[in-house]
């Protein structure tokens, strides 16, 4: 039986226990119809939900590699130029998945973030001072989303001239909530597909530092990123590190706003601001679940056997929120530890900007107070839209005033 949950209605962002206890009750493992995606296995709980993530063996990204069709196959009416973009790190397994993870995870390794802080406090100190003061605006326009967009533009050394039209290229693909709105990102796919395959040129002749020259240049033995490969991963590093960000920052906002004692003791305490958001990542989930796995074979998960090409989907909200693994589960301790939630996943597809989207938080999370000290919410918390986007969770609006 499909669980008759919608993960996407309002009601259930707003307020997720009580369906996910239902989910729980229904068993580890339950079918349940996800958009896009249609009917597949959900995992409710902490331990399944970890148990597919670090099982490569039984669960895989590329149906191909479990019998079915490759992405490629399987969408062949796709427009040409999207091809490549299949080739990316999220949908492949074993040795492919590893060179390419290989060749870019120094460039994310806190060391490679600790170098950029300079540079993510200056975006957020430009887009916070102009700011328009005293009337109504919406902070996810004009802040949570630009934000992020523009740190990955300095991440992979974009000219500053073009980083409006990549903004704009992208963000349509920050929208896709239904088959339609997936065509509405194809054009500014397109653009971003010609702009890049020059721009690998241009950094191959100028050596202009950033992510994309040490992709270019990336080497591992005599193993090198071909065009189709470096475009794949650009393009993943985008998907993966914009919208993902701009809700984990907009879920840290929504947190304090409603709470300004909260907001107000870990201005005096920044070392607590680390704990408030992992608690964050754990409590509201801004990635509710990741891409699918296939099965491998008849294997066992969560109680039932699976077949070979079954497909199932981690459910990290479920996980974050499952009273038997986390101490209240239900409610936000801001200063809980340990806290080892799932929200960047686990195993061999684990995020590769954990320390990016925890540097950008902390940032945005202590220049907001700091600036703007008496920053407040316009309308009621509870009248705030959610954001209707696949496996996000976040707020779509979020009207406040400002003043120095
Ligand atoms: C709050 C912020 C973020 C969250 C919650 C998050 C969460 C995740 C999760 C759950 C996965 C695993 C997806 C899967 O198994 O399908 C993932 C993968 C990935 N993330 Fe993040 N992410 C965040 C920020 C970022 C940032 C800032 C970047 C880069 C700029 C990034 C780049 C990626 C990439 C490239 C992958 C694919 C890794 C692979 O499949 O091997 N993410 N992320």
């Given at each position: 039986m499909t669980a008759p949950l919608d993960l996407h209605s309002p009601d259930f962002l707003r307020k997720p226990d009580e369906g996910l206890a239902m989910l729980r009750s229904q068993g580890q493992l339950v079918r349940m119809k996800l958009p896009i995606i249609g009917e597949v296995w959900v995992t409710t709980d902490f331990d399944t939900a970890r148990e597919l993530l670090v099982d490569a063996e039984n669960f895989v990204r590329n149906p191909a590699n479990a019998g079915g069709l490759s992405l490629e196959q399987n969408y062949?009416?796709?427009?040409?130029?999207?091809?490549?973009?299949?080739?990316?790190v999220t949908l492949m397994d074993g040795e492919d998945l590893q060179r390419l993870r290989r060749l870019v995870i120094g460039a994310f390794s806190s060391r490679g973030i600790d170098a950029m802080k300079p540079a993510i406090e200056r975006i957020a100190d430009e887009l916070l001072d102009a700011l328009p003061q005293d009337r109504e605006i919406d902070l996810v326009d004009r802040f949570n989303r630009r934000f992020p967009m523009l740190v990955i533009c300095e991440l992979l050394g974009i000219p500053e001239e073009d980083r409006p039209k990549i903004q704009r290229w992208m963000e349509p693909l920050g929208r896709v909530s239904n088959p339609f709105t997936v065509f509405r990102a194809l054009p500014g796919l397109y653009h971003s597909n010609r702009y890049f395959r020059r721009d690998f040129e241009t950094v191959r002749r100028t050596?202009?530092?950033?992510l994309i020259k040490e992709l270019v240049e990336a080497r591992d033995g005599n193993d090198k990123l071909n065009d189709d490969e470096l475009l794949a991963m650009v393009t993943a590093i985008f998907i993966g590190g914009f919208d993902t960000t701009t809700h984990l920052i907009g879920n840290c906002f929504m947190t304090l706003l409603t709470d300004p004692t909260l907001a107000a003791s870990l201005q005096e305490d920044l070392k607590r601001v680390n704990l408030f958001i992992e608690e964050v990542l754990r409590f509201h989930s801004p990635v509710m679940f990741t891409n699918m796995f296939h099965a491998t074979g008849p294997v066992k998960l969560g109680g039932r056997m699976l077949e070979r090409g079954d497909r199932v989907v981690p459910l990290l909200i479920g996980a974050n929120r499952d009273p038997a693994k986390f101490d209240g589960a239900t409610t936000f301790q801001a200063?809980?530890?340990p806290n080892k939630h799932l929200d960047f996943g686990i195993g061999v597809h684990m995020c590769i900007g954990t320390q990016l989207a925890r540097a950008e938080a902390t940032v945005a999370v202590n220049r907001l107070f700091t600036k703007y000290p008496d920053v407040h919410l316009t309308q009621p918390a509870d009248r705030v839209p959610m954001l209707k986007r696949i496996g996000l969770r976040g707020v779509a609006e979020m009207p406040v005033r400002v003043t120095r």
């Open positions: 062949w009416w796709f427009p040409r130029f999207i091809h490549p973009l299949f080739r990316n050596g202009r530092p950033g200063d809980r530890k």
